[in-house]
């Protein structure tokens, strides 16, 4: 069964930043593309970064792109978000899954993790 353990997250202040780590179990983390997805309070879900296999690709939304860095350790199966310039629009449960820039293997969501920016 697969699963995802999101964790990282806390208050941080404007202009800070935070490390998220994706730890997976359940399938062979080196052969899926992985992304990272937010979702704001009444908010949709929406996908913030993505990486292929062997990081040969990356993707940023518009509204993370040059502060957001996404990178994995596939020996560790774990994937990482590098949130710098932390925005308080940037307040939102953080999500991982597998596949690229969609969770097209319909895999059950973690808890996810709370990343609050907040002065």
């Known amino acids: 069964q697969v699963h995802f353990v999101e964790s990282g997250g806390e208050v941080v202040q404007p202009g800070k930043s935070l490390r998220l780590s994706c730890d997976v179990s359940?399938?062979?983390?080196?052969?899926?593309?992985m992304s990272w997805y937010r979702q704001g309070a009444g908010q949709a879900r929406d996908v913030v970064a993505s990486?292929?296999?062997?990081?040969?690709?990356?993707m940023y939304s518009d509204s993370v792109r040059g502060r957001f860095t996404i990178y994995r350790d596939d020996v560790k199966g774990t994937a990482y978000l590098q949130m710098n310039s932390l925005k308080p629009e940037d307040t939102a449960v953080y999500y991982c899954?597998?596949?690229?820039?969609?969770?097209?293997?319909?895999?059950?969501w973690g808890q996810g993790t709370q990343v609050t920016v907040s002065s």
């Open positions: 359940g399938f062979n983390f080196r052969e899926y593309a």
């Open positions: 899954n597998r596949g690229w820039t969609v969770p097209y293997y319909n895999d059950a």
């Open positions: 990486i292929s296999t062997s990081a040969e690709r990356t």
